[in-house]
Nanobody, 124 residues
Framework: QAQLEESGGGLVQSGGSLRLSCAASGRSFSTYAMGWFRQALGKEREFVAAISWLGGSTYYSDSVKGRFTISRDNAKSTLYLQMNNLKPEDTAVYSC?????????????????WGQGTQVTVSG
C-alpha cells in the first residue's frame, strides 16, 4: 500500500527554520512529481512548492519563494522542504503529495497520493 508520511513539524519562533521530510513507502515515487501543500485553520488548502520527478525543475508559490526550498532524494524515497525565515502566516498543516503528471503541478487535483500532514506553528 502506497504511503506518504511527513515529519519535522513543530513550534518555531518567527524568523526561525524548520525542515520537513516526507517518507514514501509501499511503492516507488521516483517517477512521480512531488509537492507540498498547506492548510491553515479555517482556510482552503494552498499550493506551496513542487518538484519534478528527477528534481531538475522546481516551482514555488509567491508567498514562500526565496524562503523555502523543495528537494528530493529518490534513493532514499524522501521529499524535503527546507523552510527559512518563517513567519506567523506560515502556520498551517503541511502535507506532501505525489502526482503521476510531469513537470511541477500546482493543482491539488493532479495529485494522487497524500500524506496525513504535519503541523507547523510559527509564533510572533
Amino acid at each position: 500500500q502506497a504511503q506518504l508520511e511527513e515529519s519535522g513539524g513543530g513550534l518555531v519562533q518567527s524568523g526561525g527554520s524548520l525542515r520537513l521530510s516526507c517518507a514514501a513507502s509501499g511503492r516507488s515515487f521516483s517517477t512521480y512529481a512531488m509537492g507540498w501543500f498547506r492548510q491553515a485553520l479555517g482556510k482552503e488548502r494552498e499550493f506551496v512548492a513542487a518538484i519534478s520527478w528527477l528534481g531538475g525543475s522546481t516551482y514555488y508559490s509567491d508567498s514562500v519563494k526565496g524562503r523555502f526550498t523543495i528537494s528530493r532524494d529518490n534513493a532514499k524515497s524522501t521529499l524535503y522542504l527546507q523552510m527559512n525565515n518563517l513567519k506567523p502566516e506560515d502556520t498551517a498543516v503541511y502535507s506532501c503529495a505525489a502526482s503521476p503528471k510531469g513537470g511541477t503541478p500546482i493543482y491539488s487535483l493532479l495529485y494522487q497520493y497524500w500524506g496525513q500532514g504535519t503541523q507547523v506553528t510559527v509564533s510572533g
